[in-house]
């Protein structure tokens, strides 16, 4: 007789769980998985999945505009009907829910909807029963944290942003990250008069500084209100109206305020603090390259760990963890260098490898290449959207460290450059790379002169 009940228990059922308990099913594993809210966790009901869609929706308000100039005359003024997307998202991430459970049900999975506690090195409580399991992976992904001022019980996260009972004619969100930037864009593409309100001089912390300056003058020009170098001191609901006073003086009405000031672990009632398992300085646990906590049988791994909070990576990771633990044939650490990741604002940003900030610093000798154009499509639209494509050379090897795109699917162009930067190919093999035309992304192959060194 097996001397546990299971060979592995999964806590969360998100993108990285799921994944974990469908391979280690795969290699004969007898696995189970707990999950008490939504099959398919952040990604699928309230991140990538809704906030891409809503995107698309976004995107519509210019191409109505934009084609005027191609002869398309539309009998009347489109109008926009935030219930008819709101209830179709709903339609579709429930049919996304049930494939998630038929995938799981396929692979052999025992799914439990509930929450599940970590008692000790080897058992769960769930549903009252004690369960036992060889390994126990905690992948239970973090949730949105909205940062202490007077009124903030009148502020809404990522998660109930989506389902609005009605449309913000004004919305403002708090914040300077990957959500703010998107849902600032997002909603003033579906017609709301859109406010970003954010602590630094310049959003987006981290990435190029020339993407971040670009992104901000495109931003600006399709109407959003961008306010740096402030934040929200308090919040007064009057009426359906909510009064936000900001700390540099300055008042304003709107009728939701999103709170997008980051995400922390989930791990509130799930027993790890009794177990005394090591945590990382933000309060995510601490792993190794085989996904093991402290205690070698508790493993974990996704947004819970503090790694880059991204779905394809916590994919990696548990695929990398069932190889590790349920084959003969380990692998070798994840690779964290060169992870390609998009920011769907308006413009798209797609960016692989170092900013050129980082480039200076690592390499000190670097050459620049960039192309600031406007798209062809916009010679007929009339839009002034521009588009910036770059690339950061390291001088010595000619090796590509970094490429950054801001413009139309900069995500889809930017997905196949990594490759090339990931395999370490140089400038020369950029150059040798016959263009396709005509596109937007063959400037990537015909950039010949350094903007700067
Ligand atoms: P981020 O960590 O990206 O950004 C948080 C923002 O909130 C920063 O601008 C930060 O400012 C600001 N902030 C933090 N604390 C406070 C505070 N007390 N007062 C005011 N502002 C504050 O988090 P998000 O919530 O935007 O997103 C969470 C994560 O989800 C992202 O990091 C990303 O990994 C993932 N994600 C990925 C997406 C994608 O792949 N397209 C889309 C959406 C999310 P500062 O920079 O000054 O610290």
């Given at each position: 007789m097996a001397e546990y009940d299971y060979d592995l228990f999964v806590i969360g059922a998100g993108s990285g769980g799921v994944r974990a308990a469908r391979t280690a099913a795969a290699t004969g594993a007898r696995v189970a998985i707990a999950e008490d809210?939504?099959?398919?966790?952040t990604c699928v009901n309230v991140g990538c999945v809704p906030k891409k869609l809503y995107s698309y929706a976004a995107h519509f308000h210019e191409a109505f505009d934009d084609s005027a100039g191609f002869g398309w005359q539309l009998p009347e003024a489109p109008r926009f009907d935030w219930a008819t997307l709101r209830d179709n998202k709903i339609a579709e991430i429930k049919r996304l829910n049930g494939i998630y459970n038929r995938l799981l049900d396929n692979a052999g999975v025992t799914l439990i909807n509930a929450r599940a506690k970590v008692v000790d090195d080897h058992r769960v409580e769930v549903n009252g029963e004690m369960l036992s399991a060889e390994k126990i992976l905690v992948a239970v992904g973090g949730w949105p944290w909205i940062p202490d001022f007077p009124g903030n019980e009148h502020v809404i996260d990522s998660n109930r942003?989506?389902?609005?009972?009605e449309f913000p004619r004004r919305f403002l969100v708090l914040g300077g990250g990957y959500i703010a930037v998107e849902f600032a864009s997002i909603f003033n593409g579906l017609g709301s008069e859109s406010h970003l309100v954010y602590r630094g001089a310049l959003f987006l912390r981290g990435f190029d500084h020339e993407v971040r300056e670009f992104t901000r003058d495109e931003m600006c020009k399709k109407g959003v209100n961008l306010h740096f170098e402030t934040t929200i001191e308090a919040i007064e609901k009057q009426g359906d109206v909510l009064q936000v006073t900001l700390t540099n003086g300055e008042t304003l009405e709107v009728d939701a305020v999103l709170a997008a000031t980051g995400r922390r672990p989930q791990l509130a009632g799930l027993g790890l603090d009794q177990l005394d398992v090591a945590l990382n300085s933000d309060g995510t646990l601490k792993v190794n390259e085989r996904y093991e906590t402290s205690i070698p049988s508790i493993l974990a791994l996704g947004d819970v760990t503090g790694g880059p909070e991204l779905t394809p990576v916590a994919l990696a990771e548990a695929m990398h963890m069932v190889q590790h633990h349920f084959t003969s044939n380990p692998p070798g650490p994840l690779d964290y260098q060169n992870i390609a990741t998009a920011v769907f604002c308006h413009p798209n940003i797609g960016t692989v490898g170092l900013s050129e900030e980082e480039a200076r610093a690592d390499f000190g000798e670097v050459r620049i290449y960039t192309a600031d154009f406007r798209p062809m499509k916009h010679t007929l639209s009339g839009s002034d959207e521009r588009c910036l494509m770059k690339l950061v050379v390291d001088d010595t090897s000619d090796r590509v460290v970094g490429a950054h795109m801001v413009g139309e699917e900069a995500g889809e162009v930017i997905q196949a450059i990594a490759i090339a930067v990931r395999a370490g190919l140089r400038k020369t093999d950029f150059d040798a790379t016959i263009g396709i035309h005509p596109t937007g992304a063959e400037e990537f192959v015909t950039m010949r002169t350094p903007s700067r060194r």
């Amino acid at each position: 007789m097996a001397e546990y009940d299971y060979d592995l228990f999964v806590i969360g059922a998100g993108s990285g769980g799921v994944r974990a308990a469908r391979t280690a099913a795969a290699t004969g594993a007898r696995v189970a998985i707990a999950e008490d809210r939504y099959l398919g966790g952040t990604c699928v009901n309230v991140g990538c999945v809704p906030k891409k869609l809503y995107s698309y929706a976004a995107h519509f308000h210019e191409a109505f505009d934009d084609s005027a100039g191609f002869g398309w005359q539309l009998p009347e003024a489109p109008r926009f009907d935030w219930a008819t997307l709101r209830d179709n998202k709903i339609a579709e991430i429930k049919r996304l829910n049930g494939i998630y459970n038929r995938l799981l049900d396929n692979a052999g999975v025992t799914l439990i909807n509930a929450r599940a506690k970590v008692v000790d090195d080897h058992r769960v409580e769930v549903n009252g029963e004690m369960l036992s399991a060889e390994k126990i992976l905690v992948a239970v992904g973090g949730w949105p944290w909205i940062p202490d001022f007077p009124g903030n019980e009148h502020v809404i996260d990522s998660n109930r942003v989506f389902d609005l009972a009605e449309f913000p004619r004004r919305f403002l969100v708090l914040g300077g990250g990957y959500i703010a930037v998107e849902f600032a864009s997002i909603f003033n593409g579906l017609g709301s008069e859109s406010h970003l309100v954010y602590r630094g001089a310049l959003f987006l912390r981290g990435f190029d500084h020339e993407v971040r300056e670009f992104t901000r003058d495109e931003m600006c020009k399709k109407g959003v209100n961008l306010h740096f170098e402030t934040t929200i001191e308090a919040i007064e609901k009057q009426g359906d109206v909510l009064q936000v006073t900001l700390t540099n003086g300055e008042t304003l009405e709107v009728d939701a305020v999103l709170a997008a000031t980051g995400r922390r672990p989930q791990l509130a009632g799930l027993g790890l603090d009794q177990l005394d398992v090591a945590l990382n300085s933000d309060g995510t646990l601490k792993v190794n390259e085989r996904y093991e906590t402290s205690i070698p049988s508790i493993l974990a791994l996704g947004d819970v760990t503090g790694g880059p909070e991204l779905t394809p990576v916590a994919l990696a990771e548990a695929m990398h963890m069932v190889q590790h633990h349920f084959t003969s044939n380990p692998p070798g650490p994840l690779d964290y260098q060169n992870i390609a990741t998009a920011v769907f604002c308006h413009p798209n940003i797609g960016t692989v490898g170092l900013s050129e900030e980082e480039a200076r610093a690592d390499f000190g000798e670097v050459r620049i290449y960039t192309a600031d154009f406007r798209p062809m499509k916009h010679t007929l639209s009339g839009s002034d959207e521009r588009c910036l494509m770059k690339l950061v050379v390291d001088d010595t090897s000619d090796r590509v460290v970094g490429a950054h795109m801001v413009g139309e699917e900069a995500g889809e162009v930017i997905q196949a450059i990594a490759i090339a930067v990931r395999a370490g190919l140089r400038k020369t093999d950029f150059d040798a790379t016959i263009g396709i035309h005509p596109t937007g992304a063959e400037e990537f192959v015909t950039m010949r002169t350094p903007s700067r060194r």
